[in-house]
């Protein structure tokens, strides 16, 4: 018996260690490289974020006004929405996460047929978490911003690594900026090309209400779920993070994604939330996935079952129930 | 030492299942063993743009498609495909999705990571673990090579977009005709009497009367008429367990192919089709046309 304690303490304190391998910490430690271009100063400003304090500094003197951000900048060709940072007249967005970006002047069509815009949005509205992507992930202005960044591990267009490197920006086209309903696989290349057009009706919903219960896993009134995986044999558990409005709970973009880890995910370990070394991810999201197009030998129901972990009545855990929702 | 194995195997099980390499819900729609719902789902520029159109990540057909039609003696009909989108329902879509795979066009971007040997096999519970081929219509559509997709095992094989040999799919369940309690009575068979309301059909009896219940889904228009397409038979995410629900009552049945309703014994499988074609059940007492 003794024998047997040591053989599962060990490994035990093998697996403990193979996830504490992450310890450097959450922020970028991973290598993400589609955010970061610019540290967290790419979305966020520590000082006079959104205010005009900066106003009348024209991006070319910020090198010689700050040199330690123009070091920063230098050699970049600095995204037309960044210098919102410096030279913003729009003050809606100040008090929003230090937001550093212009929010996005487009109105948008959601997959549901509603409309979003940045106008009059507070930190207190759920599409705020939608919004603040789109200050990049827009490209309303038509230009090319961020192609001149360095190629992301992943895209934005899912699952082609042919479309890799501009292919940030949401549309009704599709991964390479081909129209809707054409004659090719929409995993399959094409040219790159950019949407400007100011529909969300071919993305995921976002802005959209996740009601608690029935089809969908109950929710807790701070928008967390109530199972914890143990009840319902889910052992997936729930990345998603719902964000709270009024009492309604929201999907929006952040619901799936976290913009600050690009490749691992943060879980609840019972104690604390702690980077895991195994449950690695793609395109910043959530909880563990896996990229089926350049990775063909992992993944399996994990990719499923990252959708099931919002999508109750498509999961085992409710056909176990009977359809009763947990 | 047997203790520290048990534990051993214990957590080797927990790590698999963890990371297991086949989705037990999804079997082969769960392309390539990788791709999840993102088989035939995309998260973000979705093919077909809008509500009711599932965020569909694949081409879908655009060719016309000749149909069984009603009755036995009718005429054959057609599909062709105009998917909408928007709060008017669209029954064709669930037909209509089914084809962008199912119509001998399987991509090869998908096609090749399905299995080291090319095929797609169906590891149901029921004895169905020969390669299943899953297209309907014609083998010349097929891409080369996939001949196993050319259509079902023994099945006659019929010509280009041709569904004649096929269930029908896409024709209006008869609703209304003839009210006759939970019966409905059209001219050539009866079938169970169904409610349409708000684009949503169900049947009138909820398995009271007849006790296997009725799980094949119906999908109803605006004007009050029910369709039958691919998805009122199957049910896509769930390869070979299914819930049915009798007299109010949600139950676990095993089924195969994808169907939504018990199908594993003779009578299972009979079940399953009187469902819907009420007349043919040992249930039915109504009158009329048999």
């Given at each position: 018996m003794k024998k047997a304690s040591i053989i599962v303490l060990a490994i035990l304190v093998m697996a403990i260690g193979a996830i504490a391998q992450v310890g450097a910490g959450p922020w970028n430690a991973d290598g993400a490289v589609g955010h970061i271009s610019h540290g967290c100063l790419l979305c966020h400003a520590p000082h006079?974020?959104?205010?005009?304090?900066?106003?009348?500094?024209?991006?070319?003197?910020?090198?010689?006004?700050?040199?330690?951000?123009?070091?920063?900048?230098?050699?970049?060709?600095?995204?037309?929405?960044?210098?919102?940072?410096?030279?913003?007249?729009?003050?809606?967005?100040?008090?929003?996460?230090?937001?550093?970006?212009?929010?996005?002047?487009?109105?948008?069509?959601?997959?549901?047929?509603?409309?979003i815009s940045a106008s009059g949005v507070t930190k207190a509205n759920a599409v705020v978490h939608t919004l603040l992507c789109l200050s990049c992930h827009d490209n309303a202005t038509g230009?090319?911003?961020?192609?001149?960044?360095?190629?992301?591990?992943?895209?934005?267009?899912?699952?082609?690594?042919?479309?890799?490197?501009?292919?940030?920006?949401?549309?009704?086209?599709?991964?390479?900026?081909?129209?809707?309903?054409?004659?090719?696989?929409?995993?399959?290349?094409?040219?790159?090309?950019?949407?400007?057009?100011?529909?969300?009706?071919?993305?995921?919903?976002?802005?959209?209400?996740?009601?608690?219960?029935?089809?969908?896993?109950?929710?807790?009134?701070?928008?967390?779920?109530?199972?914890?995986?143990?009840?319902?044999?889910?052992?997936?558990?729930?990345?998603?993070?719902?964000w709270m409005e009024g009492g309604t709970a929201y999907v929006e973009c952040t619901t799936c994604h976290d913009p600050h880890r690009e490749t691992k995910t943060a879980f609840w370990n019972g104690t604390n939330y702690t980077v895991s070394a195994v449950a690695n991810t793609v395109y910043y999201l959530r909880g563990p996935y896996t990229d089926p197009n350049m990775t063909v030998t992992s993944g399996g129901s994990a990719n499923a079952d990252f959708c099931r972990s919002c999508h109750y009545s498509k999961s085992l855990a409710y056909i176990n129930a009977k359809g009763v929702a947990q | 030492m047997r203790k520290a194995l048990v534990v051993l195997l214990a957590i080797f099980v927990i790590t698999a299942a963890a990371w297991a390499q086949v989705d037990t819900l999804l079997g082969p729609h769960n392309t390539n063993q990788a791709y999840g719902c993102q088989s035939c789902h995309t998260p973000h520029s979705a093919k077909l743009a809008g509500q009711g159109l599932y965020l569909w990540a694949l081409d879908t057909p655009t060719t016309t498609y000749t149909t069984y039609g009603v009755g036995t003696q009718g005429a054959t009909s057609t599909l062709t495909p105009t998917l909408a989108s928007g709060v008017t329902p669209d029954t064709q879509v669930h037909t209509v999705l089914c084809l962008s795979c199912h119509d001998g066009s399987f991509n090869s971007a998908m096609y090749a990571a399905v299995g080291a040997a090319g095929t797609l096999?169906?590891?149901?519970?029921?004895?169905?673990?020969?390669?299943?081929?899953?297209?309907?219509?014609?083998?010349?559509?097929?891409?080369?090579?996939?001949?196993?997709?050319?259509?079902?095992?023994?099945?006659?094989?019929?010509?280009?977009?041709?569904?004649?040999?096929?269930?029908?799919?896409?024709?209006?369940y008869p609703n209304g005709s003839t009210n006759n309690g939970i019966y409905d009575n059209p001219t050539i068979f009866s079938f169970w009497k169904v409610s349409v309301a708000a684009g949503n059909a169900s049947f009138v009896d909820n398995g009271s009367v007849y006790n296997y219940g009725h799980a094949v889904r119906l999908f109803g228009t605006a004007g009050g008429?029910?369709?039958?397409?691919?998805?009122?038979?199957?049910?896509?995410?769930?390869?070979?367990?299914?819930?049915?629900?009798?007299?109010?009552?949600?139950?676990?049945?095993?089924?195969?192919?994808?169907?939504?309703?018990?199908?594993?014994?003779?009578?299972?499988?009979?079940?399953?089709?009187?469902?819907?074609?009420?007349?043919?059940?040992?249930?039915?007492?109504?009158?009329?046309?048999?």
């Open positions: 006079s974020s959104g205010a005009n304090t900066f106003t009348g500094y024209a991006a070319a003197s910020i090198a010689a006004t700050n040199p330690t951000w123009g070091s920063d900048w230098a050699g970049q060709v600095k995204p037309a929405k960044i210098s919102g940072v410096f030279n913003n007249a729009s003050t809606d967005n100040a008090s929003i996460y230090l937001w550093g970006a212009a929010m996005t002047p487009q109105t948008y069509t959601t997959w549901e047929g509603t409309t230009s090319h911003e961020m192609g001149s960044y360095a190629a992301p591990t992943s895209n934005m267009g899912f699952a082609n690594p042919a479309c890799a490197d501009t292919n940030v920006a949401l549309g009704l086209t599709g991964c390479n900026g081909e129209a809707i309903g054409n004659s090719t696989y929409n995993y399959n290349g094409g040219t790159p090309a950019w949407s400007n057009q100011a529909s969300l009706q071919g993305s995921h919903p976002v802005h959209v209400a996740y009601t608690s219960g029935s089809y969908n896993w109950k929710l807790n009134a701070d928008g967390t779920f109530v199972d914890n995986g143990v009840a319902s044999g889910f052992t997936y558990g729930h990345p998603a993070k719902m | 096999t169906n590891p149901g519970p029921n004895g169905y673990s020969t390669s299943t081929p899953i297209a309907v219509g014609a083998p010349s559509a097929l891409k080369a090579g996939h001949s196993e997709m050319a259509t079902v095992s023994g099945s006659v094989v019929k010509g280009t977009n041709d569904l004649t040999s096929n269930h029908p799919v896409h024709v209006v008429d029910a369709y039958v397409e691919c998805g009122s038979c199957h049910n896509p995410h769930a390869q070979s367990t299914t819930l049915v629900k009798v007299a109010g009552v949600n139950s676990i049945v095993n089924t195969a192919h994808f169907l939504r309703g018990q199908y594993k014994t003779a009578a299972d499988i009979s079940g399953f089709c009187m469902s819907c074609h009420a007349d043919k059940s040992a249930a039915w007492t109504g009158t009329g046309a048999q």
